[in-house]
C-alpha cells in the first residue's frame, strides 16, 4: 500500500466515521432540547448550555480517539510493509502535508494543520489535540423563542401556551442540530474555518508525519 493510498484513506475513513456517528449526537441534542425548561426556551441558561458544551466535547473526544486508533493501526501495517534497509526522504511528507488541503476539500484542514502541536504523536494525540480544541463560540441569543411570544401566549390561555413552547422547543432542537452541522463539519460558517472533521484530520496527519520520519519510532 502506498503512503499516500494511507493518507486519503485516512481522511475518507475519518469523513466517513464522522457521518456514521453524526446521528448519535443529533439524538443526544435532541433529548437535551426535549428536556429543557420552559425558561430555557425564552433565554437558554447555564445547565443547558453547559449540557451541549459537554455533548459536543464529548463527542468529538470520542471520534478522535477512534479515528486515531484506526490511523495508528494501518499505518504500523503498511510500515511493515516495507524494505527494511528503506530510508524515507524527509522532503516527501511536505509534499504530502501541502497536498492536504485539496484532498480534504475546501481547505478546511489549513487552518487545523496550523493549529496543531509539532510534537503530536499518535500515543499523545488525543491529550495534544484536546487541549486546543474546544466548543467553538456558540450564538445563545439565536436559540431562544424570546420572551414576548412565551409571555404574549401565556396571556391567550393554555392552549397557545402550550404550542408557543412546543414550537419554541422545536425551534431549539434545530438550532442546536445546526450548530452541531457547524462544528462538526464546518456547515453554516466561514470558509476554511475549523471544525471537528478537520482538527481531527489535520492531528491524524501530524500523528502520521511523525511516525513516518522516525520521531515517534
Not at 466548543?135 to 439565536?142: D, K, M, Q
Request: hydrophobic residues 55%; aromatic residues 6%.
Amino acid at each position: 500500500m502506498e503512503f499516500l493510498a494511507w493518507r486519503d484513506g485516512q481522511f475518507a475513513a475519518i469523513s466517513d466515521q464522522l457521518s456514521d456517528a453524526f446521528p448519535g449526537l443529533l439524538a443526544r441534542l435532541s433529548d437535551i432540547a426535549d428536556a429543557a425548561p420552559t425558561l430555557d426556551l425564552v433565554t437558554p441558561g447555564a445547565a443547558l448550555k453547559r449540557s451541549v458544551a459537554e455533548a459536543l466535547t464529548a463527542w468529538g473526544a470520542e471520534q478522535l480517539g477512534i479515528a486515531n486508533t484506526r490511523a495508528s493501526t494501518t499505518l504500523e501495517q503498511y510500515m511493515n510493509e516495507l524494505p527494511g534497509d528503506l530510508a524515507l526522504d524527509p522532503t516527501v511528507w511536505s509534499q504530502v502535508a501541502s497536498a492536504a488541503p485539496a484532498v480534504a476539500g475546501l481547505s478546511l484542514i489549513a487552518a487545523s494543520i496550523a493549529a496543531i502541536p509539532t510534537v503530536v504523536s499518535f500515543a499523545t494525540v488525543s491529550t495534544s489535540v484536546l487541549a486546543f480544541w474546544a466548543t467553538a463560540t456558540i450564538s445563545w441569543p439565536l436559540f431562544a423563542a424570546g420572551a414576548v411570544v412565551i409571555g404574549v401566549a401565556s396571556l391567550l390561555g393554555a392552549g397557545v401556551l402550550d404550542r408557543s413552547q412546543t414550537w419554541a422547543r422545536d425551534r431549539l432542537r434545530a438550532a442546536l442540530h445546526s450548530e452541531a452541522e457547524r462544528q462538526v463539519f464546518g456547515l453554516h460558517g466561514p470558509i476554511g474555518a475549523r471544525c471537528v472533521l478537520s482538527d481531527i484530520q489535520a492531528a491524524i496527519l501530524a500523528a502520521g508525519e511523525k511516525r513516518m520520519t522516525g520521531a515517534d519510532a
